[in-house]
């Protein structure tokens, strides 16, 4: 093999690593069994999703998995596989894939989720499939933020009726002292006749 085609594939290793490092998670796909078409419109699906669907040779997977210590992905690398790269959030790429699986359609049973790395840890097939069932990490902060804006709405609702009460209670005792400094008033005048 000449130095030139060596060169060319530690290139290829080495986006694969540098995907690998700048992901959020990267979930292992087969999908030996789907034709051209298919494969165009999961890219699409990826795409929308803001993920990166990429297919490589399994012997530069391999190089590029070995080199960063993954080597307990290695084994599943039989058959014909994709690599997608989810750049955002972790969840993004498993769901397009499971979503994707789930659309109603036989066929898409094509796509084999094998495994993946979440944040450097390696994942089955059916824990990528777990995480693809989490939410997005926008819907998990606005959860976060409703649940804990709701012990301050409650409080400041406590404080509004605390204000309330005392509003009245004070409210009842100016009109009781006015009736009494009418009745005191009365009796003034009764007197003074």
């Known amino acids: 093999m000449s130095e030139k085609a ?3 594939k530690q290139e290829v290793v080495n986006e ?3 995907k690998i490092e700048n992901s959020k998670s990267v979930t292992l796909v087969g ?7 298919e494969v165009t419109d999961l ?3 990826f795409r929308e999703g803001n993920s990166e669907y990429k297919v490589y040779k399994n012997t530069m997977m391999r190089f590029a998995f ?5 080597n307990d992905i290695v084994s599943e690398l039989k058959g014909t596989n994709a690599l997608i790269f989810s750049n955002e959030d972790s969840v993004t790429g498993p769901k397009v894939a499971v979503d994707y699986r789930k659309a109603g359609d036989d066929e898409k ?6 495994a ?3 944040d450097g840890n390696i994942q089955t097939g059916e824990q990528m499939t777990a995480i693809a069932s989490l939410p997005s990490k926008d819907v998990l902060y606005s959860m976060l933020a409703n649940v804990l804006q709701s012990p301050i709405q409650a409080l400041v609702g406590d404080l509004n009726n605390t204000i309330a009460k005392i509003a009245l209670a004070l409210d009842t005792v100016r009109v009781k002292k006015e009736e009494n400094g009418e009745v005191a008033e009365e009796v003034e005048e009764t007197t003074a006749e």
Do not use: S
């Not at 999908?31 to 078409?37: A, I, L, P, S, W």
């Not at 070995?66 to 993954?70: F, K, P, R, S």
């Open 43 to 45: 890219r699409t699906k």
């Open 109 to 114: 049973e094509k796509l084999l989720i094998k």
């Open 6 to 8: 060596i060169a060319a």
């Open 66 to 70: 070995e080199e960063l210590g993954y």
């Open 116 to 118: 993946g790395l979440v």
């Open 31 to 37: 999908f030996d069994r789907m034709d051209v078409q």
């Open 16 to 18: 694969i690593k540098e």
